[in-house]
C-alpha cells in the first residue's frame, strides 16, 4: 500500500482519474454515422491520450501481504505485487464503458490521422503497453514508474491504458540505471528527470505559440488558422530543431561548469571584500549560502493597467519584444535570464560590475523603446543558493523589495553593493534616505548611474 506522503502527493497532482469535466471533450453523442466496428476503432483511435476507458466501480483491495516490498529503483523493485491502493480505488461511473465520442467530418477524421502520424514520428512506435507492462520492461514497481512518469510532467493514467511506448521505458529506464548503479540517490534522479521535463514543456509551448505569432503577423492567418498551418509546417522543423537542442544542452552545461565551479571561490573573494565596512546591511544574513552573484529585478511600470488597455496581438507584442530584448541585452552582458513572470525579469551576473551594466543597459533600452513603458531596476551583490534554476536567498528578496521602491526609469542598489561598485569609475551612486523595508528593517540604497558613456547595446539598437 502507498504510503501516507504518496498518497498525499497523488491527490496533490490529481492522481489518475477522469472527472466529468475531462471526458466532457470526448463526449458528443452516440454513433449516428453507423460506423462500422472498425471505422469506429480507428475513430477512437484517432483521440489519441484521450482513448481511455471510464473507470468501473472499485475493486476490492488484496488484503494478502505482498511478497516482494517497493523497494524504488533498488535491483529487486519489480514484483508481482497487485498495484498500489490508490492506483486502485476509482469511482463508479459505469462499470468499463467507454465514453461517447463525437462523429468527426472526413476533414476531422483527416486531421486526427495526421496527428497520429506526427505523433509516431515523435514517440518512435505505437503506445502498446501498459504502466505494469512498462514498469517491468524498467525493472521496477509500478508505483516508480509512475513516480518517474508524473517528474516529466505528465499525468497519471489508469492501469490498464496501452498509453506507453518500449522508447519510453527504454528513456525511463535510464535513470533507474543511474541510480541501481550508484551514480545518483532516488531523490536526484527524480529531481533531473523533473527538470528535463518542466524545461521541455516550457519550450514546446514557446516554440508552438512562435510559430502561431509568425502566421498571424506575417501571413495574416485568424489565430485558428495559424495552429492548423503550423500543424503543416512541424514535420519539417521536428530533425533541426532537435539537433540544436541537443547542441544547446552541451553549450550551457559547459557554461553552467564556469559558473558553478571555476568561478565560484573568485566570486566569493570579490564579495568579501566589498563588505570590508561595519555598516552594511547587517539584516541580510545571507553568509551561508554558496555563491555569490549580482541579483537584479526589472519591472515593467503600469504594466496591469495598459494590458487591459490593450488588444490580444498588441499585448502580444509587447511582452515578446520586453523578454526578448531583456534576453538578448542580459545574454549580451555575461548575464544569466533566470525567469520571467509577465512584466517582470529576473537575471543574475558573476560580479557586481556585470549586474551593474546589464541593470543599467536594461533601463536605457527599455526607456528609449516606443512599444514598453518605462521600468523600474535594481540590482543587490550578495550570496545566493541555486536551486532547480532558481536562485534563493536574502539577497533575491531584498533586490525585489529595491525595485518595488525605485521610481520609473531608476535603478537603486543597496549600501553593500554601492560600497563595491565605488571603485569603479564607470558608475555614479547617489545615496537616497534611508526606507523601511519589509523584511530587513531600516536600508540605505542608493541611485545608480552611468558616469561615462559606453555600456551593454544591441546590434540593431
Known sequence: MADAG????????????????????????????????????????????????????????????????????????????PADQDAQQTHAAGAGATAPIPTPSLEERAWH?????????????????????????????????????????????????????????????????????????EETAISLTRSIGQMTDRMVVWQIEAL???????????????????????????????????????????????????RVESGLASLDRGRESSDVDPSRDDAPLPLARAVGFADLVSYTSLSRQMSERTLAHMVQRFESKCAELISIGGGRLVKTVGDEVLFNAETPEAGAEIALALSESIAGDDVLPEARVSVVWGRVLSRMGDIYGPTVNLAARLTSLADPGTILVDSSTAEALEVSQDYLLVPQPPRIVRGFGEVSPSLLLRARAGGIALDNA
Open 6 to 81: 504518496e498518497r498525499a502527493r497523488q491527490r496533490e497532482f490529481g492522481a489518475n482519474r477522469y472527472t466529468d469535466d475531462e471526458t466532457a471533450e470526448v463526449s458528443g453523442g452516440a454513433n449516428e454515422a453507423g460506423y462500422t466496428a472498425e471505422e469506429l476503432a480507428a475513430a477512437r483511435a484517432d483521440w489519441s491520450d484521450f482513448n481511455l476507458q471510464r473507470p468501473g466501480p472499485p475493486r476490492e483491495a488484496d488484503s494478502r501481504p505482498r511478497q516482494v516490498p517497493d523497494r524504488g529503483f533498488g535491483p529487486e523493485s519489480y514484483s508481482s505485487e
Open 113 to 185: 490521422r495526421n496527428i497520429r502520424e506526427l505523433e509516431h514520428r515523435l514517440l518512435g512506435a505505437e503506445r502498446s503497453l501498459t504502466y505494469r507492462q512498462m514498469a517491468q520492461r524498467m525493472g521496477v514497481s509500478t508505483r516508480s514508474a509512475r513516480k518517474l512518469w508524473r517528474a516529466l510532467g505528465f499525468p497519471n493514467l489508469d492501469e490498464d491504458v496501452k498509453a506507453f511506448t518500449e522508447a519510453d521505458a527504454d528513456a525511463l529506464a535510464q535513470m533507474v540505471k543511474l541510480v541501481r548503479q550508484g551514480l545518483l540517490n
Open 212 to 262: 502561431v505569432e509568425d502566421k498571424i503577423a506575417n501571413q495574416e492567418f485568424s489565430d485558428a488558422e495559424a495552429r492548423s498551418h503550423v500543424f503543416d509546417t512541424l514535420p519539417e522543423l521536428i530533425d533541426p530543431l532537435h539537433q540544436l537542442l541537443g547542441y544547446a544542452w552541451r553549450r550551457q552545461l559547459s557554461a553552467a561548469l564556469q559558473r558553478l565551479t571555476v
